[in-house]
């Protein structure tokens, strides 16, 4: 090619190398194997968008073979993933905000990756560190999925979705259907300020409805408990014989401030 290079820095550990075609401008990372054309990457993903944090979250060091879309700053995955191979990945990047969309060829939907930042504030954070986000503008339904693109069931392991419409988050991948409750409800701020503020505090719990039975986990902790609204009691999971005593001061003035005093079934029977 008739093109002179040009080394861009003096120092001996950089491999970068510029030079001019024609009217584009050519560039070459002689150590990493990286061409770019106007500035733009050929082949391979561009920094900003495999140093970004949402997708070192999801993907991390995996190497996309890419290609241009025909939008700007857009590339697409050359090959298909996951179980089918017909599912393609595209990256946009601008503004320094970094969209990711993923494509499935044979039925058409579309999902968009949802940062975590947008769930802070709203969920526990179970829900938001233990999980990927991806959002169909087909259904409106958010799927929370694996965190790690290259889980052996990436697709199909979504353990709650958020249906944005009807307002609601929902267990998927059990017999019976639960519901998250709002932490914004005045059932759950009165459930966790007499009792579970005294364990953890209120991003590390959460409430599942199903029926009339509300199951009651703290993440943190590991542990969980059930409120059955028919008995108006609350029993531990671990401690399947005692309930959460509803008067907490255990004999002294000042009431117990940490820990949940449990009592016996029996004594309620």
């Not at 024609?22 to 002689?30: H, Y």
């Not at 990286?34 to 979250?57: A, E, M, Y």
């Not at 029926?211 to 399947?240: C, P, V, W």
Request: proline letters at 2%.
């Amino acid at each position: 090619v008739d093109c002179k290079w040009k080394k861009r820095s003096e120092n001996i550990y950089d491999g970068w190398y510029d030079g001019q075609y024609e009217s584009n401008k050519v560039s070459i990372d002689c150590f990493n194997g990286k061409f770019v054309v106007n500035d733009h990457s050929v082949g391979f993903l561009p920094n900003n968008i495999t140093s970004d944090k949402l997708f070192q979250r999801v993907f991390g060091h995996h190497i996309f073979e890419v290609q241009r879309a025909e939008q700007d700053d857009t590339y697409i995955t050359k090959h298909g993933y996951h179980h089918d191979g017909k599912v393609h990945y595209e990256f946009n990047c601008r503004n320094y905000c970094l969209r990711i969309y993923e494509r499935h060829a044979q039925t058409n939907d579309i999902f968009e990756l949802i940062p975590p930042k947008c769930f802070e504030d709203e969920l526990a954070k179970i829900f938001v560190s233990n999980y990927s986000h991806w959002w169909n503008d087909k259904t409106n339904i958010v799927e929370f999925r694996p965190v790690h693109f290259q889980h052996e069931n990436f697709l199909h392991d979504i353990h709650y979705i958020l249906a944005i419409q009807k307002g609601f988050i929902r267990t998927n991948n059990t017999d019976n259907r639960q519901y998250l409750i709002n932490r914004s409800s005045s059932f759950f701020k009165t459930l966790f300020t007499k009792y579970f503020i005294r364990l953890d505090s209120e991003p590390y719990v959460y409430m599942l409805v199903e029926n009339d039975i509300i199951n009651i986990h703290l993440s943190r902790l590991g542990i969980a408990f059930k409120y059955s609204s028919q008995h108006n009691t609350i029993t531990s999971r671990e401690y399947s014989d005692m309930h959460v005593d509803d008067n907490q001061c255990f004999g002294t003035l000042t009431g117990l401030r940490s820990g949940l005093l449990l009592s016996p079934m029996a004594a309620i029977e």
